[in-house]
């Protein structure tokens, strides 16, 4: 099994681009905030903030589920 390649840590987020898998996303919740990452199929890593506390609560809840928690909040 891979190591995950997104760590929180009390000084902020670490991100190890090797680990990750082209155009999968990962997350992470720190802050009160849910954070995004993937890696494009040109290597660049991406990142994204979502800071609605509604659907932060969700994801802490059910973090299997992330992905369709975003897609659910994004055609709202």
Not at 21 to 28: A, E, G, L, S
Not at 50 to 76: A, G, M, R, Y
């Amino acid at each position: 099994m891979l190591e995950y390649p997104v760590i929180v840590e009390k000084d902020g987020i670490k991100i190890d681009p090797e680990k990750m898998i082209v155009d999968k996303m990962y997350y992470c919740i720190y802050d009160n905030k849910v954070y995004i990452f993937y890696k494009d199929e040109e290597n660049l890593t991406h990142c994204y903030e979502v800071d609605d506390q509604t659907v932060v609560q969700e994801i802490v809840k059910n973090p299997n589920n992330f992905e369709d928690i975003l897609l659910k909040h994004s055609k709202e």
